[in-house]
């Protein structure tokens, strides 16, 4: 599996804006399905995530406890620091699997925490560890509602990105990276972690006929995925206004020896 981590320079401001991208391959259970792929999956995310929270609940993604070691200097340090707690924005936070592990490691966050799904966000707000004075969770469409109308402009340390802008078409991308740009501080940052091209199930998506459009693909349950490549990332970044000042790939391959089968994963 590979994974990318970028620094992002701003460039509609005068302050270093840094944004770390990873990738990790997550297993998805792909059931047949009838209906040949198209602009119907992305056009209905909404119906799809929720039935996939509603389906799985909170059990399918795995607490990112991992994000304490790779991004930590980003939470406590003097990166992307400001007066006071340090504001977050957790873009497409699902069931809570980001936000909860992060505010185990650093209490003094505050986290905005919107998914396009209400019932990841109904999930959200039942955890044992949810509070109202820690988190604020709401549903939010980030392709076309105004983040600044929720939170103003300007007003956010660092804006989370976890397996996220891969669930949407390409062509939405640039709204979503305009959206949060709004909301970011001069001196804040972006931290994205997500597919990257060349993953083992962007392979057998492929084998499938499962691809709407390059790199793009829908799985059996509807929701969708796209797998980046560095220049794809870098390109989109700097068409929002962003200059990529570091991107690394993660790379693992994991062994199904039941199967006879090794698999590369890829995060960016």
């Known amino acids: 599996m590979c994974s990318p981590l970028a620094l992002l320079q701003n460039l509609q401001r005068p302050s270093l804006f840094r944004s770390t991208v990873a990738v990790r391959r997550r297993h998805h259970r792909s059931h047949p399905t009838a209906v040949r792929p198209s602009l119907h999956f992305p056009n209905n995310a909404l119906k799809y995530w929720d039935n996939f929270y ?62 396009l799904s209400p019932h990841a966000i109904k999930l959200l707000k039942s955890h044992a560890d949810y509070k109202e004075t820690q988190v604020s969770a709401f549903v939010c469409d980030v392709t076309e ?27 939405e991308m640039p709204k979503i990276l305009q959206n949060i740009g709004g909301v970011l501080k001069p001196d804040g940052c972006v931290l994205l972690r997500d597919y990257a091209f060349g993953d083992f199930a962007q392979v057998k998506l492929k084998e499938k006929d499962r691809m709407i459009t390059e790199n793009f693909y829908v799985r059996g349950d509807g929701t969708c995925s796209y797998y980046f490549t560095e220049d794809f990332l870098s390109n989109l970044f700097l068409g929002a206004g962003f200059l990529t000042a570091d991107m690394s790939i993660y790379k693992k391959q994991i062994e199904n020896r039941s199967r006879s089968v090794t698999m590369d994963r890829f995060d960016r």
């Open 54 to 115: 509603r389906r799985h609940q909170d059990k399918f993604f795995k607490d990112r406890h991992y994000l304490e070691k790779d991004w930590g200097q980003y939470f406590s340090g003097d990166i992307g620091s400001s007066n006071g707690k340090k504001v977050v924005l957790e873009v497409g936070c699902g069931a809570g699997n980001t936000i909860f592990p992060l505010l185990a490691s650093f209490p003094d966050l505050y986290i905005h925490a919107c998914d």
């Open 145 to 171: 509602e105004d983040l600044c109308d929720r939170l103003g402009p300007s007003s956010v340390d660092i804006v989370t990105l976890i397996f996220m802008l891969s669930a949407v078409l390409p062509s």
